[in-house]
């Protein structure tokens, strides 16, 4: 709780309302997107919110401002190759296309946000690089070759890319069949590993490795919205909408083989 205190207040000493830079003209907390584009080439559908939008109609100036809870500040490519920087300043582009200048700053709140006595910026704050209007043309064909493999994307290629079928990491990373976990408890020299309230700790396993039922929200043009794993997410619906229980089977390659034994 003292933590969240701490971040909420950095946030709000960082001047979350965008006084800092001058009254704006518009400001918008979490600004949906919902894009649908097929012109020029370029073909794609992207949806997301901006956490906080300013907008200055005489400069044509908008200001994205994210607000980051991570322990790190980005580094390296999070910093050159941000989707979020190119995604939030797309969504200006098209949502509010007069607004030429757009600028995208990701605020950690475990950071120092305050500027320093000489106005530099806080450790916390990090003040992207400007996009330049070619940059996010290429952005959006590459987002078109997204959707295009996305849209013939099949139950095939789903099969044959999982990551019981990967080799296990060589560079420490989280990947291959480590991603699937295995069934049981921790051991160690042969006997259980217990926490300490003496229980038995569970291994990790994969979320979608074993079967389960599930919640499917339809419209009322029998189009599915979203799925959710309890019955509880499922009450305060659209009263419009109705609601499917299903089964998922399970990960089709242990579904098939039936056989963990390959796994450490
Ligand atoms: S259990 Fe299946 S879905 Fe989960 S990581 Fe392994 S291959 Fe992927």
Known sequence: MELIDTMTLEGLLYDFFGADLKKPSQQISEQEFNLEIDEDGKKYKTRGFIDKLFLYS???RAVIRDFKTSKQVFKGKEISDNLQNLMYCLAVKKVFPEYKNIEVEFLFVKFDLQPDLLGSPGKGVLKMEKISEEELEGFEYQLTSIQEYLESFNEDDARSNLAAKQNYPSDNTFGGPLMCGKEGFKKSKGKEVLDKNGNPIPNYICE????????????????LQKCVFTK???????????????SYQGCPHFEKTEDSSFLV
């Not at 490795?209 to 339809?218: T, V």
């Not at 997410?233 to 299903?246: G, Q, S």
């Open 58 to 60: 005489k400069e044509k």
């Open 208 to 223: 979608f490795r074993n079967p389960f039922d599930y919640y499917a929200i339809i419209n009322k043009e029998g189009v």
């Open 232 to 246: 509880e997410e499922t009450e305060n619906i659209d009263p419009e909408f109705f609601v499917e229980k299903r």
